[in-house]
Structures are given as C-alpha cells and as structure tokens.
C-alpha cells in the first residue's frame, strides 16, 4: 500500500503514478494507493481510519494480494501515514505486515513550534506550510506542540518503538523534516527494529517526484531495490 503525500490538506492517490506503475512492473506487486479523506475538513483520525480499513481490505479481501508479504509506505504525509499505520497496527490491529517504508515523513507537529533553520524548510515544503498542515488536520482542539497530542496523530511522540516492522527512511539535508526523520529513524534502530537510513546531501522535500533529476532517479531505484529485498526475505 503506498499513501500519497500532501500536507494531510491536499494531493491524490493518482499523484506518482508513473513511479507505482514502475514499481509494481519491477516487483511483480499489487499496489493500492487510498483515498483518503483530506483535512481540515476531514482532521485526524479520518485519513488513518481510512487507511486501516484498506490495509484490513487487502488483507482479507483482495485475491490478488499475498497476505502474507504486505508493505506500506508512502512519501511525506502519506509517510507519516505510514508510520502510525505500523504504530496502530502493532497495538490493535495485528495485520501482517513485512515493512514499512518512509519518505521524508511529516512526523512531528513539534517541528512547528522550533526555530527556523536558515538551510532546511526554504524548497518545496516551508515552516509555513507545515504549521497548515499540522494545524489543519489536529484540529482546534490539538494546536501543534499540546502534550495530548496522540503517538497516532503525530507518530514521533510514540514512546515505544519496539515490535513495528522493519523500516527504511530517506529525507534530504535541505528537507525541512530532515531533524525528525534522523531522530524516528535512530530511535527506531534503539528499538530493535531493523532500519535503514538514507539522508541524501543537497535534496529538498518531494525529491522522489522529480523523475528527471539524478536525485530523484537515485532514490527512485532505492526503494524500488530495498522492497525487492524485503519481498525476497533478505
């Protein structure tokens, strides 16, 4: 299953759909890409509930699908997606599920509150548009940083990482969410959970959709290869 980006505002499951038709050629793979509900008129937990109930679909439904061999991922909200998908999987939902993998995910609603840093954050995706984003799909109730904010909501504020399927992340040196998807990422290896880390110098957020740049071809192809992976049980 790969979850689309956008902010949790915005995008479709069509978005990238060049790169899942490449994907599923290269895999041999059934990919499914939700169409979730979009805040803020649809805040949290409506995307995540969505999401569940398409993996709970291919899980039990979908004759085409191996359930035994079930990867999520997706890239930047759908990668946070992602990562609480993996996080109420594990407490509640108990599917089968091989990996997880994570593309400059949106994780943090913290990273609203921290002081600009004059390197990451200024391409593609700004403090500004991410204070949108997080304020959008908390809801009035949550303002970005507020303690009661659920480990669902905002996957970094999970306490306990351990027992979630293996992970690969990749973000950018100019990526404003470059300092959370370090930190999920090395907190996660803490865990136990086998990770692999891939911070790319030079590459701002969204990289993975910019087909025509040795960048985004790189990183194209490292997903692609470390999914192989994990569907071949290495």
């Known amino acids: 299953m790969w979850i689309h980006g956008g902010g949790y505002v915005g995008g479709l499951p069509e978005h990238g759909q060049d790169f899942l038709e490449e994907m599923a050629h290269r895999l041999g793979a ?61 407490d509640q939902d108990h599917v089968p599920v091989l990996g997880q993998m994570l593309i400059y995910p949106m994780l943090d609603d913290r990273t609203v509150l921290r002081p600009a840093d004059p390197w990451t954050g200024r391409y593609v995706w700004t403090p500004e548009q991410n204070a949108f984003g997080w304020r959008s799909v908390l809801g009035p109730d949550w303002p970005p940083g507020d303690p009661a904010i659920p480990a669902y909501a905002a996957p970094a504020r999970a306490t306990d990482l351990s027992g979630l399927p293996r992970a690969f992340v990749a973000t950018g040196t100019l990526d404003l969410f470059l300092d959370e998807n370090v930190d999920y990422a090395r907190r996660l290896m803490r865990a136990g959970v086998p990770t692999g880390l891939h911070v790319e110098p ?33």
């Open 30 to 90: 059934v990919i499914v890409s939700p169409d979730y509900r979009l805040a803020p008129e649809n805040p949290y937990p409506a995307a995540l509930n969505d999401c569940r109930d398409v993996l709970d679909w291919m899980h039990r439904h979908v004759d085409d699908v191996d359930s035994s061999q079930l990867l999520i991922g997706g890239n930047s909200a759908g990668a946070g997606l992602a990562a609480a998908l993996a996080l109420i999987n594990r």
């Open 202 to 234: 030079g590459a701002v957020h969204g990289y993975l959709g910019m087909p025509g740049t040795r960048l985004g071809r790189k990183l194209r192809r490292t997903v692609t290869d470390t999914m192989a992976e994990w569907l071949s049980g290495r």
